[in-house]
């Protein structure tokens, strides 16, 4: 069974940095995809940045510039670096993984960006 463990919330300042990560339980090369999506108080889940197998990364228009994913095979674990954060940044952040047209989630993590 697939489990995937977010980390690396917390209360930042605007302007601050947060490093999410991401531990799969399993080798996450066999992921078609792995993304980060994010759903603040009464709104719905929306995605933030997808990285495909291959290395392709998209972001969501409002963090581009700001936010980074990546990923490290060797640690089964993918990262959200984020930069620049904003009071509207605030959410639970979701961990999702993909494969063969077949999802999987996170618990997630809490950001909360407040002065």
């Known amino acids: 069974q697939v489990q995937l463990v977010e980390s690396g919330g917390g209360l930042v300042q605007p302007g601050g940095s947060l490093r999410l990560s991401c531990a799969a339980s399993?080798?996450?090369?066999?992921?078609?995809?792995m993304g980060w999506y994010r759903q603040g108080l009464g709104n719905q889940r929306e995605l933030v940045a997808i990285?495909?197998?291959?290395?392709?990364?998209n972001y969501a228009d409002s963090v581009k510039g700001r936010f980074t994913i990546s990923r490290d095979n060797a640690k089964n674990t993918v990262y959200l670096q984020m930069n620049s954060l904003k009071p509207d940044d605030t959410a639970v952040y979701y961990c999702q993984a993909e494969r063969r047209g077949r999802n999987y989630w996170g618990k997630g993590t809490l950001v909360t960006v407040s002065s």
């Open positions: 990285i495909t197998s291959g290395g392709s990364t």
């Open positions: 399993t080798i996450i090369f066999s992921f078609d995809s």
